[in-house]
């Protein structure tokens, strides 16, 4: 049985569909698995370009592999995803790179390249993909680390510093092609409240600024509640996702999983024929 | 306007100067992209604005601009840089919302002063002075890992001591049984070159006989240890180093050392009486298998018989001999296990650090082997063993 999943408060599905504009990102029915072992199936959510789509969901339940599927670092096997209505899974090689190329990433612990200065890790996209001379690289790489707080930081390696202003340091890296998609994984991991408040501001201002669209693995509620234009919820019990839309909206109208999950375990009051779908599903999937 | 994205028509990036009094004006106009091969140098406009004495204000006008990314940004950042370190107004009023905001957060955090500037500008002096203080801070760190070691060899004697008897029995395999098929192989080879290159001169004198003590006594006294030594610093002292320097990037060290358990005791130790004990096992598979690479030099090349060949070795070799290539190579263990664990212990908390501390083990622990070898050969010609 598929499920069918529902768009609630998203003010931007209406526009994309009425419009006929292809989404800026697109996922179509797709089966998340380890070998044989199915961590999810019939995926289908869109986000418009200068969006911040938000992946949430409990601990687990796949998020941060929907991302590397979404980034091209896992291999779809069953569905499909589209960028700017254009296959990333049927692309050749080169296709897919072309596309990777405006891609931005930060990962959850920075991923910086330890052996490299943090102007030396903003450095190398710039080297690879720009004719940019070693001066201009230098210049730029103080520029995305002035983007993010760290100026002066230039010459320190990633071991030098603290987790924080590696993820910050992170960031300006994912920045430096100035990509048209930036993923995030987990932002706020570890960070304390001030900092991943300041962190979600930053995720902000450069989509207003840049008009970058912006996908968001987390399940950090203050966060999404303030950065997501819109945010789908993956359930692990399932292995479907329930849901995407507004997070504003979904707590107050969404499914009942989704709103205990926005209120922190709260219980919510259940419907009659809300319970008889969900004992479906879970019969669906024996 | 618009962000820059790849479009074939692309249009040089421009700046013209328009001065009316004490204000300049820098309108900015065609395609600003990283990508573009066509880029506007900035040193040029700032080299300009040097030759404009008495500027009270800057603006930036940006109504021409087709399309912009960070390649514009970098550019009135610096802009912006110049205009504060020669105290002239830089206006943003003109500048649209999207580039204002993110030169505001450029700017927002002031520049740390780190002091890292500095580095490359250092003397000679300097810096030879550094590194040879370096070196003495790494002798000192080795002298107190040493002595570290042995209070640890008390506390478990003394039964105070947590041991991972586990990882001890794990360590005994990997450096015997798991071991015997490189020495082996490697052991075979260098005996069969010693009796190559004995049998060469020697046959010349009609003396090819002794090619057989050439190799037992060499095998004996030096090469058996010799080898065995360094394949157990490129194979085992690397992998003590490499181990004990993961579990010091994920914290597993600092997490024994919270519950009072001394990662000396329980990691270091029983890699050091592994190691200290299998080699001298090793030490011998290794005399007997060289000697057996001789012999087939010896039989195939000279025509010597293989009862001959032994004969010759047994007569040649004294139980003095075999004790003294078992003693080094128990010495050389012990280089081995405490330079692999050292440089672990002392890994820096990243990736690549995991990587140096295997190399630096394993040159730290040939050439201990090689410096200890020297020594104990000239003590032992001093002392007529």
Known sequence: MRSESTALGDSNSGILSSAKVSPEIEVRDLEM????????????????????????????????????????????????????????????QEEREEVQRTFGVLYQAGALWSSRTLAENIGLPLEEYTKLSAKEIRELASLKLSLVGLKGFEDFYPSEISGGMRKRAGLARAMALDPEILFFDEPSAGLDPISSRRLDELILQLRDSLGTTVVVVTHELPSIFAIADTAIFLDAETKRMLVQGDPKVLVKEGPPK??????????????????QLSAENRQANR | MKQATATPDIERPAVKMER?????????????????PERLRSETVLAGLEREPGLRSIHC?????????????????????????HQVKFAED???????????????????????????????FYRLGSWVLGQIDMMLAAVEFIGECVLSFRRILARRGKVDWRLYW???????????????????????????????????????????????????????????????????????AAQIGSMKVSEEIDALSTLAISPMDFLVSPRVVALFLMMPLLCLYSVLIGIGGGAVVGTGLLKISLVQYWNQTVGSMGLTDIVIGVVKCSIFGVIVALTGCQRGMKCENNAAAVGNAATSAVVLAITGIVASDAVIDVLIEVLKI
């Open chain 2, 20 to 36: 009316t009094g004490d204000q300049l004006k820098l309108v900015l106009g065609g395609d600003w992209s990283l990508k573009s």
């Open chain 1, 33 to 92: 698995s380890y070998g044989s072992y199915v961590v999810m199936r019939d995926i289908n959510f869109t986000g418009a370009k200068g969006q911040v789509l938000v992946i949430m969901g409990g601990s687990g339940c796949g998020k941060s592999t929907l991302l590397k599927y979404m980034i091209g670092l896992k291999e779809v096997t069953h569905g499909d995803v589209l960028y700017k209505g254009e296959s990333f899974v049927k692309a050749s």
């Open chain 2, 170 to 240: 794990l360590t005994l395999q990997e450096c015997s049984a798991e071991a015997l098929p490189i020495v082996g192989l490697i052991s075979f080879l260098t005996g069969l070159i010693l009796a190559f290159v004995g049998a060469i001169q020697l046959r010349q004198f009609g003396a090819g006989i002794y090619v057989a003590n050439l190799v037992a006594v060499a095998m004996a006294r030096e090469m058996g240890a010799i080898m065995t030594g360094i394949i157990m610093a490129g194979r085992t002292g690397a992998a003590f």
């Open chain 2, 61 to 85: 006008v940006t109504n021409e601009v087709k399309s912009w990314d960070s390649s514009l940004l970098v550019f009135l950042w610096e802009v912006e840089e110049w205009c504060k370190s």
């Open chain 2, 94 to 124: 003109d500048l649209p919302k999207e580039i204002s905001s993110l030169l505001n957060l450029a700017t927002s955090v002031p520049e740390q002063q780190t002091g890292r500037g500095s580095r490359g500008r250092r003397s000679l």
């Open chain 1, 258 to 275: 989704v709103r205990t999950f926005l209120l922190r375990g709260q219980e919510v009051s259940v419907p009659a024929d809300a319970k």
